[in-house]
Structure formats: structure tokens, C-alpha cells
């Protein structure tokens, strides 16, 4: 462990207002040391946290947090604010089950005034804190002043550029910091990108405007020196000078993030005389102080464990391909063969193994930054004019293009591919990415086709079916992480639409599965089978449009039916109680049980774990179905 003298003192931030700068300086040295210490240990978001060490010291250290709302968008960069806020003790149970969340989490500590996972939040929460302030809101602790941390990748979307434009035109004091370290989680994309790259100084020193309107003197000279970034980038453009000063908001910087020294002066002035918004820019380097970050390509992003040294990550080795690399790969054969094929994602492509694609066919894979609303329509222009839009997103992050989807794509009956990633529960990111809601809020839209897969070879097949369906929009989700190591075809096959498969023949009792919960329920049947119970079981592959003759024959035939998905209520399941409901099969005795995800968000864990807690192992199956039949569980047996 490194060896922290200055930071074994700091218990909240209130312990850094009473140092010197030079034992800032110390405590930030410290704080480098320390989050790289603790992140190999437990793997977790590296590379953000080390570009704000020096900013996360001085925020703290000027501002008096939690008084002070500070607020860090998306907050993968939160965890060297979590060690100088009271929670060094427990770092080693980052983003384990009943340990401390990967992202700030207002439960978590008071010193996290607003939840975050998802981008572009910030400055919208940050002027809520701030109006709430003025109108006399008094929560505990009291309010004071609101503080944003926003990327330059986050910034690029439109929420972002909605907060700023009702920010500046109300006039209230409120403080946004511009991360700007060039790099999200890949590399930025956008106008937005290259005004920022555009706004490097020609010159070691700039004339630089009063920060703040009449309140201060112009920067000194080592702030001048010091930034790398020009001001006026836009004087040939507009008269009022940057985009930010457009849009109301007195413009501060470029300073160096990881100067202190420019950082506490330009934060200590701003603190004292400044009575409108402000933008501070501050340019910082992620993966900042090591090196294995500083050098890789996603500049120490995400991180398995690693070995202190080296940087070496502790990869297991995958037993079977990931989901999302049999997806890319699928993709990609079945854009060799047509040309009309196009993938979309909104700034992940790595994630969602769009990168792999777009070496394949660069032409043909567009990364649209964090906009998913934007990415959503354009896919429905891509169709309407005659593309083949594949849109490929989190399941997590697809529901904040949701409108879009209505109204953009259902209504029109336009032939989007929906390629969801991350479905179901996913383990150490916890609820903020936790694929919970597609079904539900894609199988309720007319003319609508919603697919899940089983295991990775139904994946090709899926991805095949919905290159071949041009007759409105159709979706396909899967998990996260390996397959089911199945053997895989050769090419991928268009499924029938709406029709299933069934797995086994059984008797008494039916399970009909909906995606990859097909192999726990597989177990569960070898453990029922021991008890001399053999159920039938099925592979709905379709939520929408239902298989309805398997799903009558399974009631027809058995006394109970029991439905299984990794979703939440209102998905898969009602459609197919509805549908019984409809033909009257409930008239005559069925006994029908729905397994879902329970009605809560579910913390951070193994996805095992998560699991567990969803009552959705083979072990809780056997449950249900022993329930269903009248027999005692193997919880009330044991």
C-alpha cells in the first residue's frame, strides 16, 4: 500500500480547508496513490478518477461540501471523492454486493446530493439546487451553492445543452465545470468535439476577458501561461465571444486541471465574488500519474483487476465467445452480404461491439456521441430511406430515446433493427445499468417485434431474422458477458416470426422461457427430475408477436404454466396472461405463475447474486414449480 501520512488525516473534506496549499499539493499526490492502489484490488473506472484528483482536492477544498450540492456527471469519476469523503474504509468493496457503488448514490452519502450513471444530468440537477436555494428549499444539510462536473464527451449531449441555455437565460449563480479531458469512453464525437479541439491557443498567452462580469480582474499571468486552450475561438462568428457566453454563462479558462495552484485561485475568486453562472473550463488528462492508463487506448477506462506494476489486468479466461462479440460478428457476415446493412451507437462502440464492425465496414458504422434520441431518428431516417439501421444500445440507455421510438419509428412503421445489449441484470454496475424495462416499454407499441435469445447461437439467428424483416420495426436483447458455450451455426437462419420452439416434452407442469434464463431452467428441470417431476419446457423466443398456438397447447395439455423472463412486470409474462386471459383458459382451472423481476432496484453483485435476489436461479425455480404443484420446496423440505 503507498504510503499516505496527509491523506490518513482527511476524514471529510472539512479536514482539507484547514491545510496549506502545499499540503493540498501533498494530499493530492496521496489521492493519485491511493485510487490506483484501490482500483486494482477491486477493478472499477480507473482512468476517469485520475484526471480529477487535483480537481476533486480543490472543489473540496475551496467549497463547503455537502452544504455545497457538488454534483459529477455520470460520476465514473467519483472515486477519488468517495476516499476524501468519508468512505476510504469501505473502497474495498467497490461495486461488490452490499459494498459501495461504482457511481455517487444519494443513500450512499451526503456528500452524494444527486445520483448519477447516466450522462448529461448535471447541470440540470445543479440549476434545480440552485433555484430550490432561492426559493427557500431546506433540506438537510442547507443549501448553498451548486457545483456541475461535466465531460466534454457528456456535454455533448442535448440535455446538456437544455440545462445550459435555461441556466443562462435565468441568471441564477450556479457553477459548471467542463471536465475537458478529450477523451470519454471513446474517443469524442461531434461538432461539440471539435469546437473544444478547436479552442487550443495559437499562442502562449491569451488576452483574456473578465471572468465574471465586473467582479474580476483579468487572470494573472501563469494562469494565462498555463492554459493551453484559447478563449475567443468564435470571434469570426459571434460578437459575445464562446458558445457558453451565448448561451448566458460567464466563461472562465482554459486553466490546467492539474495545476493546483490555477485551480484554487481561479475556484477561491469565483467563490467570492461571482452572482451569475459560470463555466469553468478545465482541461485534465485521463488516466492522469500512471502510466499503464496513461498509455492504453481507452486511457484506463475500465479496469478488471491489475497488478500495481505492470498494469496487467486479472481476466478470467471466457469459457464461451460474449454475447456482444457474436452479435458484432453476426453483424458483420451479414453485412458482407448486403450493403444496406448499417450499425448506429450512441458513444459506445467498444461496449457494444460496434468497433469490431466498424474496422469490417468503416463506412457503414456511425457513432452519433451521447445522444440516443438523435440516434433513434436518425436509424428511422436511415430506414425510411431505404438503409437497413441496425440501432445497437444498452437496454439501460435505449430508455432515454424512448420518444423516439414511439413516435419516430412505431408510428411509421419503420423497419429499425434494435440490437439491445445488457439485458437483464448485470452485475457490478448495479441498477443505473441494469436492462430491466425493454420488454415492457418496446412489446406494448403496435407492430412492434420483440425477440430475446436464449443462448448465442438463437443470437445469430436473431440477428439474421431481423436483417430479413423490413415490415416495421424489430428488436433483440441479450445479456452481458459469455454465452452458453452452444455449438454455433454456420450462419444465421430467419427464425418464423412469432413462433417458438419447444426444448422438451414434459408432463403436469409447463415452463415457458424468454431469453437466457433458459439454461437455469434446464437445472432446475434435472433437479425436479430427481423428485420424479419432468416439466415441459419452451422457448418463447418472441414477446411480441406471441406464439399463440404453443402457448394455448402448453395450457391445454398441463395443469400449470409458469413464465420466465429477465425483466420486470408488465413484459413478457402479461402479454401471455393477457392472451389467456382473452380465450378464456382461466375459466377452466389453469394454474398460471408469471417469474419476474421483483418490484425494487437491485444493488450492485455477482449477477448470481442479483439473481438470487430476484428469485430467479434453478433453485427458486424448482421452488415454483414444486409451489405450483402443491408440493414442499426445497426451502421448506431442508
Known amino acids: 500500500m503507498p504510503d499516505t501520512p496527509l491523506l490518513d488525516k482527511v476524514h471529510s473534506p472539512a479536514d482539507l480547508r484547514g491545510m496549506t496549499d502545499a499540503q493540498l499539493r501533498q494530499v493530492a499526490d496521496e489521492l493519485r496513490a491511493d485510487t490506483i492502489a484501490t482500483v486494482s484490488e477491486t477493478g472499477g473506472h480507473l482512468g476517469a478518477g485520475l484526471g480529477v484528483v487535483e480537481l476533486t482536492v480543490a472543489l473540496h477544498a475551496v467549497f463547503d461540501t455537502p452544504r455545497d450540492r457538488l454534483i459529477w456527471d455520470v460520476s465514473h469519476q467519483c472515486y ?75 456535454i455533448s449531449a442535448g440535455m446538456a445543452y437544455e440545462a445550459l441555455n435555461n441556466a443562462g437565460h435565468w441568471g441564477k449563480r450556479l457553477f459548471v465545470v467542463l471536465n475537458d479531458n478529450e477523451m470519454s469512453i471513446a474517443p469524442p464525437t461531434g461538432a461539440m468535439s471539435s469546437y473544444l479541439s478547436r479552442l487550443y491557443a495559437d499562442k502562449p498567452v491569451q488576452d483574456l476577458k473578465q471572468a465574471v462580469k465586473g467582479a474580476l480582474s483579468f487572470m494573472p499571468g501563469p494562469i494565462q501561461e498555463g492554459a493551453r486552450r484559447a478563449k475567443d475561438l468564435l470571434k469570426h462568428a459571434t460578437v459575445g465571444g464562446t458558445l457558453f457566453e451565448e448561451l448566458g454563462f460567464n466563461y472562465v479558462g482554459p486553466i490546467d486541471g492539474h495545476d493546483l495552484d490555477q485551480l484554487l485561485w481561479v475556484f477561491r475568486t469565483l467563490q467570492a465574488r461571482a452572482d451569475e453562472p459560470v463555466l469553468i473550463h478545465v482541461l485534465t488528462k485521463k488516466g492522469k500519474g500512471y502510466g499503464p492508463a496513461e498509455d492504453a487506448e481507452d486511457r484506463g477506462h475500465a479496469r478488471a483487476k491489475f497488478d500495481l506494476v505492470t498494469g496487467k489486468q486479472q481476466k478470467a479466461t471466457p469459457n464461451a465467445p460474449s454475447y456482444t462479440k457474436v452479435f458484432a460478428q453476426a453483424l458483420i457476415d451479414e453485412a458482407d452480404r448486403d450493403d444496406k446493412i448499417v450499425a448506429v451507437t450512441a458513444a459506445m462502440p467498444d461496449g457494444t461491439g460496434l468497433d469490431l464492425f466498424a474496422k469490417a465496414h468503416p463506412s457503414r458504422m456511425f457513432d452519433v456521441a451521447i445522444a440516443e434520441q438523435h440516434g433513434v431518428t436518425f436509424c428511422a431516417g436511415l430506414a425510411a430511406g431505404g438503409m437497413k439501421p441496425f440501432c445497437a444500445m444498452y437496454s439501460t440507455f435505449l430508455q432515454r430515446g424512448y420518444d423516439q421510438v414511439v413516435h419516430d419509428v412505431a408510428i411509421q412503421r419503420l423497419p429499425v433493427r434494435f440490437a439491445i445489449d445488457r439485458a437483464g441484470l448485470v452485475g457490478a454496475d448495479g441498477a443505473t445499468h441494469a436492462g430491466s424495462f425493454d420488454v415492457a416499454y418496446l412489446a406494448n407499441l403496435p407492430g412492434f417485434v420483440v425477440m430475446a435469445a436464449a443462448d448465442e447461437a438463437e443470437l445469430v439467428h436473431m440477428v439474421a431474422t431481423a436483417v430479413a424483416h423490413d415490415d416495421g420495426p424489430i428488436a433483440f436483447r441479450y445479456p452481458r458477458g459469455e454465452g452458453e458455450g452452444v455449438e454455433m451455426p454456420a450462419r444465421g437462419v430467419p427464425l418464423e416470426i412469432g413462433k417458438g420452439r419447444m426444448i422438451r416434452e414434459g408432463s403436469r407442469v409447463a415452463i415457458l422461457s424468454f431469453g437466457t434464463r433458459l439454461g437455469e431452467v434446464l437445472k432446475a428441470c434435472e433437479s425436479l427430475g430427481a423428485q420424479g417431476i419432468t416439466p415441459t419446457v419452451a422457448d418463447a423466443r418472441f414477446a411480441k408477436p406471441l406464439d399463440r398456438e404453443l402457448i394455448l397447447k402448453l395450457a391445454a395439455e398441463h395443469e400449470a404454466l409458469i413464465t420466465i423472463e429477465e425483466g420486470a412486470v408488465g413484459g413478457f409474462g402479461s402479454h401471455v396472461a393477457q392472451l389467456l386471459s382473452d380465450e378464456g383458459v382461466f375459466d377452466h382451472g389453469l394454474k398460471f405463475r408469471s417469474m419476474v423481476l421483483p418490484d425494487i432496484f437491485i444493488d450492485q453483485a455477482s449477477p448470481k447474486a442479483m439473481y438470487d435476489v430476484a428469485a430467479m436461479n434453478a433453485p427458486q425455480i424448482v421452488d415454483k414449480v414444486l409451489s405450483v404443484l402443491g408440493k414442499d420446496s426445497q426451502a421448506k423440505s431442508a
Open 80 to 154: 477519488p471523492h468517495k476516499i476524501i469523503t468519508g468512505r476510504r474504509d469501505r473502497m474495498r468493496t467497490l461495486r461488490q454486493e452490499n459494498g459501495l457503488s461504482g457511481f455517487t448514490k444519494r443513500s450512499e452519502s451526503p456528500y452524494d446530493p444527486f445520483g448519477a450513471a447516466h450522462s448529461s444530468t448535471s447541470i440540470s440537477a445543479a440549476l434545480g439546487f440552485a433555484v430550490a436555494r432561492d426559493l427557500g428549499g431546506a433540506p438537510e444539510p442547507a443549501l448553498g451553492d451548486a457545483i456541475a462536473v461535466i465531460g466534454d464527451g457528456a
